[in-house]
């Protein structure tokens, strides 16, 4: 079983629609990240979550340390956020490792 | 423009022949990292090292080699013990103890 679990895997919606992206994770971490891949393959960083929620523009994250458990909304959303979006902790026994889920594509229609 | 860069885009290897992605980065991190990205699998930790002149194995080292000798550049050879190479790789870079990690913007390596 994979220790970072991403749902759903691929994701359509309508511009102007509320996404929500879930990641559950098994091992205790020091920290959780959402990254995003765009169709050309880079990759870049989000957000970086130890403990309750962030929000940058229409990206809003929340993480429940508790219930090992964390979500990405995109509010508002539109056609350039079509990408895939990833969720990595850093697991606390190992500090230099980071942990991938698989990744949700999503894909938003105008 | 400070970032990290890989090269070439594409790659293309052929049986028995062992090649090697370029990872540059003028960040100034001191940690460098590899991975390997396969379809519906979340990235995989190849190689990283912290310091110059060390490194140590990931997940998925057998078949790979690395070599650290300049802080600004992290080479990754794929061997020809590596079997099943065809693969999205990404190098990525961090400064010490830090969180976030900037990604390079990979290389994808085709077996002809």
């Known amino acids: 079983k994979n220790e970072v679990e991403q749902s759903p895997q691929n994701l359509t919606a309508q511009e102007g629609e509320f996404i929500t992206i879930n990641c559950s994770y098994s091992?205790?971490?020091?920290?959780l990240h959402w990254l995003q891949q765009h169709p050309g393959g880079g990759i870049v960083s989000l957000f970086m979550l130890s403990s309750g929620k962030k929000k940058h523009g229409r990206l809003i994250a929340t993480i429940n340390i508790q219930e090992k458990h964390s979500s990405l909304h995109i509010t508002a959303s539109h056609p350039r956020d079509s990408a895939v979006y990833i969720c990595?902790?850093?697991?606390?026994?190992?500090?230099?490792?980071?942990?991938f889920g698989a990744g949700t594509r999503l894909t938003v229609k105008p | 423009d400070g970032g990290i860069t890989q090269s070439p885009k594409y790659l293309f290897r052929k049986e028995g022949q062992n090649v090697t992605l370029s990872c540059e980065q003028n960040l100034n991190h001191d940690a460098m990292y590899w991975y390997r990205q396969d379809p519906g699998q979340g990235l995989r930790l190849i190689y990283y090292?912290?310091?110059?002149?060390?490194?140590q194995k990931g997940d998925i080292a057998e078949g790979y080699s690395v070599s650290r000798e300049k802080k600004e550049s992290f080479p990754l050879t794929v061997t020809s013990a590596q079997k099943n190479p065809t693969a999205f790789y990404l190098c990525?870079?961090?400064?010490?103890?830090?969180?976030?990690?900037?990604f390079g913007p990979g290389t994808r390596l085709l077996v002809l």
């Open positions: 091992v205790g971490i020091s920290a």
């Open positions: 990525a870079s961090s400064t010490q103890g830090a969180e976030t990690q900037y």
């Open positions: 990595a902790v850093r697991p606390v026994y190992n500090n230099n490792d980071m942990r």
């Open positions: 090292s912290q310091i110059v002149n060390d490194f």
